[in-house]
């Protein structure tokens, strides 16, 4: 079956554009993450969804940042007027329920490069 | 806040070495702990997943220990292959929080 889709998988950006970036769940699952991971770092939590509703946005960095998961499935993270320190690769993983008892699955990420 | 270290933050071996990649964690009170791998561009791959009451797991030529008290876990790779070569994350939860993750250890195995 297909795993965890993202798109674009390269976006470069001038600063103070808005971005946004797609993830493709896999089918059935309940539990949606978005993760940012700077170059030679580990990944960083940035906010959860258990369904449609978004339980924790605590690691968002800024009210520049917004994600939404409107039907419980597909969901966007938006970045608004981007900043160079905004370039890293967006993860994003999708597991069947809760938040952290179960196996998560991750996509392929996003490569977003701010000019 | 729980933080955890991998140690080393790079590694280079010569094929058919045996290996050990080391995690620790400051707060013991995890659910669970995961080790990932993570090709260049590429997304993570979850390679083993333990259970807090779990001591270790074992897949193929991978296993992996926790020692939840002391806040530390090893990846034992076997024989190790060129085709091993990648960034190895580990990561941990405390229950109903977000994973936190290393900065992972970046392997090399020289053919």
């Known amino acids: 079956g297909a795993g965890v889709s993202q798109s674009p998988r390269y976006k470069v950006a001038k600063r103070g554009q808005d971005v946004a970036l797609r993830c493709d769940p896999i089918?059935?699952?309940?539990?949606l993450f978005w993760y940012q991971q700077a170059l030679g770092q580990g990944p960083e939590f940035l906010t959860y969804?258990?369904?449609?509703?978004?339980?924790?946005k605590s690691g968002l960095p800024s009210d520049r940042f917004f994600a939404e998961r409107p039907e419980g499935s597909v969901s966007t993270l938006k970045i608004q007027r981007t900043q160079q320190e905004d370039s890293a690769v967006y993860l994003c993983?999708?597991?069947?329920?809760?938040?952290?008892?179960?196996?998560?699955?991750f996509g392929p990420g996003t490569r977003l490069t701010v000019t | 806040k729980q933080e955890v270290t991998q140690i080393p933050a790079a590694l280079s071996v010569p094929e058919g070495e045996n290996l050990v990649l080391n995690c620790s964690f400051t707060?013991?009170?995890?659910?669970?702990l995961q080790w990932f791998r993570q090709d260049p561009g590429k997304g993570l791959t979850s390679l083993l997943l333990?259970?807090?009451?779990?001591r270790e797991q074992t897949s193929g030529r991978l296993n992996a220990s926790l020692d939840k008290s002391s806040g530390r876990s090893t990846l034992y790779i076997a024989a190790s292959q060129p085709g091993d070569s990648a960034t190895y994350l580990c990561?941990?939860?405390?229950?109903?929080?977000?994973?936190?993750f290393g900065k992972g250890t970046r392997l090399s195995v020289i053919a």
């Open positions: 969804f258990q369904n449609e509703a978004q339980l924790d």
């Open positions: 333990i259970q807090s009451s779990q």
């Open positions: 993983a999708s597991s069947v329920s809760g938040r952290s008892y179960y196996e998560q699955y």
């Open positions: 707060d013991s009170a995890i659910y669970n």
């Open positions: 089918s059935g699952h309940v539990s």
């Open positions: 990561a941990v939860t405390s229950g109903n929080t977000p994973l936190v």
